[in-house]
């Protein structure tokens, strides 16, 4: 019965039948699983977290409950416990590949030795897991260790179903001169910002770089340097196409490239009055969350209330960049003038917007790359796991030079990073 009313997606009611089940016999592990999904599909991740500590007391070595219990805990941010998790997993199941995945990838985001070594292990016995490649790949770039972490980057798109190939040769390094080339913006907005700052190297290589449209982005990237023209489709001349974020691998980029792409600002009516609101005091932009649609949203993010301590930093005016779901916490904290909300603006206007701040204070988004090519400051807070550009222990970017990183101390908790913020806000 608790079956049927998870399958009729009547979480709450499978829930208790199932805990009604554990009293009417020896207990079992899976009514403890089917309790555990009833609390995810709930948002409640803690209990479910608990219930299936408790299916995994009845069966230790139950592959199903470690392989489950590991998932929960690497979607939390919990990468040392989903580790260990792991470990358990393949200890019950030797040779299990998802197993052996999932442990190094969590030992990779804890920041645990012996992350490198495992990669190494499962591309060994198998070369074709591009699970383990593209984590492995992750592990060599944020470490700066461009030789091997290109190639295996190349093994995105094997993960990605989405990824559709442009129907024409795929430039993988033949020469350029004289020859038209498409480049495809890819990944998320952040990520084609980050990598317009290869293009003028195609362009000095000979080619008449084409750059596909993303509507997003189209007026940001309006005088792109070495870039000929926008297109919304590739014209039938064109020579080669190249995801952009390819171009650094078959450069054989060896070393940061700090130098940013030139982007486009647009001004907008009512730009004076906003920074007039300030009266003269500081001006300081805050975003708390990127895009919800990205799967590591949740780790990155922080939440309004977690900026609230930044409040009260006297001779500074607040201004909220945040866009989608998340701008809601604005309206529904009810903050008034204390944070003026200036949502409503594409990336070129925004860009406008940022040449006007003193500062911007912000969780990981796509914003975080466009201030940081304005050469604007940047104060980023970043989680315990960070994307590869912003990964290691330091303070400054060597993609941004004009931006700073703020670390958590813990998974899951920003009060470090605002603390040594709303520090620095009094001090500047």
């Known amino acids: 019965m608790a079956l049927r009313a998870y399958g009729r997606a009547q979480f709450d009611t499978a829930r208790t039948l199932a805990e009604a089940s554990l009293e009417l016999g020896e207990e079992r592990f899976e009514p403890w699983l089917l309790i555990a999904e009833a609390h995810l599909e709930a948002g409640r991740e803690a209990a479910a977290v608990g219930a299936l500590t408790r299916a995994r007391a009845v069966a230790p070595k ?11 805990l690497s979607q939390m941010g919990h990468a040392e416990a989903a580790a260990e998790a792991a470990r358990c997993w393949r200890a019950a199941v030797p040779g299990d590949k998802d197993a052996a995945v999932q442990e190094a990838l969590n030992r990779a985001r804890a920041g645990l030795p012996g992350a490198a070594d495992a990669f190494a292990a499962i591309l060994a016995r198998d070369p ?13 770039l944020g470490a700066g260790d461009f030789a091997r972490g290109w190639p295996l980057f190349e093994r995105r798109h094997c993960l990605d179903p989405h990824f559709v190939p442009l129907p024409l040769p795929r430039w993988r390094g033949e020469s350029l001169v004289g020859r038209t080339l498409a480049v495809v913006p890819e990944g998320g907005h952040g990520d084609a910002i980050w990598s317009m700052r290869f293009l003028p190297r195609l362009a000095a290589l000979g080619a008449e770089v084409r750059l596909l449209e993303r509507s997003a982005l189209t007026a940001l990237f309006a005088d792109l340097d070495g870039v000929t023209d926008q297109c919304a489709a590739v ?22 490239e700090p130098q ?34 990205y799967g590591g949203n949740r780790q990155r993010a922080a939440g309004l209330a977690d900026f609230l301590p930044l409040l009260d930093v006297p001779d500074v005016q607040l201004y909220s960049l945040q866009k989608g779901p998340p701008q809601a916490e604005l309206a529904e904290a009810g903050l008034g003038d204390l944070l003026i909300d200036c949502h409503d603006f594409d990336f070129a206007e925004t860009a406008a917007l940022l040449q006007r701040l003193d500062l911007m204070i912000m969780t990981d988004s796509a ?62």
């Open 260 to 293: 940013c792409a030139r982007l486009s600002a647009r001004p907008f009516e009512g730009l004076d009055q906003l920074i007039d609101r300030a009266r003269g005091r500081k001006k300081v932009g805050l975003i708390w969350s990127g895009s919800v649609s």
């Open 128 to 140: 074709s897991n591009n699970a383990a490649a593209y984590g492995a790949a992750m592990l060599h």
């Open 62 to 72: 139950e592959p199903e409950v470690l392989a489950r219990l590991t998932l929960v």
């Open 235 to 256: 014209p039938e001349d064109t020579d080669f196409w190249v995801p952009s974020l390819s171009v650094p691998a078959i450069l054989n980029l060896a070393a940061p």
């Open 367 to 428: 914003v975080a790359h466009l201030a940081g090519s304005l050469g604007r400051p940047v104060w980023l807070m970043l989680d315990r796991a960070p994307f590869w550009y912003f990964a290691g222990t330091g303070e400054r970017s060597v993609w941004y030079p004009s931006m700073r990183l703020f670390r958590q101390d813990r998974p899951g908790d920003w009060s470090g990073p605002v603390a040594r913020i709303r520090k620095e806000l009094f001090v500047s």
